[in-house]
């Protein structure tokens, strides 16, 4: 009965700050990878 009555809090928001926020880490590492893979290698400079 005290459950009923106590206002609960509304978790939309958060989660879906939640989910930009972690679609933004996953895109941030993507780019990271491609660009430490696009770089060029020592190697290649030196032929």
Same mark, same amino acid.
């Given at each position: 009965?005290? @459950? *009923? ?7 939309? @928001? #958060?989660?879906?700050?939640? =989910?930009? &926020? #972690?679609? =933004? ?9 491609? &660009?430490?893979?696009? #770089?060029?290698?020592?190697?290649? *400079?030196? @032929?």
């Amino acid at each position: 009965m005290i @459950n *009923q009555s106590i206002a609960l809090y509304d978790w939309s @928001n #958060g989660v879906i700050m939640m =989910a930009v &926020f #972690g679609l =933004a880490c996953l895109i941030l590492i993507i780019a990271l990878v491609v &660009f430490m893979n696009s #770089g060029k290698k020592k190697d290649d *400079q030196e @032929n």
